[in-house]
């Protein structure tokens, strides 16, 4: 197997360039807590979520799954009137390895977008693993998306305009969420953006073994991600689509799909390989892979070039679906 890697693009690997100090591309599980105080908590804990008072924003406990405990949802509601009746949701979940983060995490991008579409944005808490595995974190989500479904009309939302997001965990939970509720039969998402998503626990695609040791994520990282999540079960013959999405053997029925991904990531080719099983089952799926692009490089670099181009392609493609 040829392990050659692409090269990164020159303005991103001056960005990979300042930062590799701060973050190791292969992270361990006797890493996880040690990750999990580092400066990026109080980063965002500094925030302006308000985007200096455009939106309204509060923090709303509801019901987690049945037999669970509550979960957070950040709201984040454009403070003027609507003038076109209820707004479209993106609701939004974070990435952070499934080990990683809060709702606070990458909220910034869905932020952007609600800003330029008029919408509503709801960010989910779910739990963490290791201390909470598979089914936690995406029983979680989906209980969020319930309530906010149902309680859409308290938001000023439309539930019948809902698109579901996220980048790395939050993609790959995003994937997973939308078949979840495709086969639970609840609320149908008209559209689903999965940023450089974490799609496969079997961790052997070509672009794993090209990035391994580069980046932000190689697949030592995601080894301890995905076996937080999944124990013993990772790699093996029984791990749940609503897991790892890649083991989903039915991809008929999804709401479109925007998927992007780097070219130089240890995720691009499990990316590709979705997108190409959902059009070969009949979907919808826009796929860009950026050629030069880092793992989750547009939020690392976002005044880059190539980030300015990711960032503007998923808010074309969000305007085209909810038609504002």
Known sequence: MNQVPPPFDPELAAALEVIKDMISPGLT???????????????????DLTAEGFFEVEERVVPGPENAPEISLLVCRPAAQATGGPRPVIYHVHGGGMILG????????????????????????YRLAPEHPH?????????GLVWTAEHAGELG?????IVIAGASAGGGLSAA????????????????????????DRNETPSSHQMAGLGVWDRTANETGWTALLGDSRGGPDVSPYAAPARAEDLTGL??????VGSAETFRDEVVAYASRIWQAGGVAELHVW?????????????????QA???????????????
């Open 102 to 125: 809060d709702n606070r995490v990458g909220v910034d991008v869905p932020l952007a977008w609600a800003k330029e579409l008029d919408a509503v944005v709801v960010s989910v808490e």
């Open 157 to 161: 939302a439309d539930p019948e305009r």
């Open 29 to 47: 599980m006797d890493e996880i807590d040690l990750m999990r105080q580092g400066p990026g908590i109080e980063m965002l804990a500094r925030l």
């Open 177 to 200: 969420l939308a078949l979840l509720t495709r086969d639970r039969k609840g609320p149908r998402p008209i559209g689903q953006v999965l940023m450089c998503p974490m799609l496969d």
């Open 135 to 143: 089914p936690a974190p995406i029983e979680d989500v989906y209980a």
């Open 291 to 307: 050629p030069g692009g880092f793992h989750g490089f547009d939020g690392f670099a976002p005044q880059a070039a190539l980030s």
């Open 255 to 260: 709401p479109p799909a925007f998927l992007d």
């Open 310 to 324: 990711a960032r503007s392609a998923q808010l074309t493609w969000l305007r085209r679906l909810i038609g504002s």
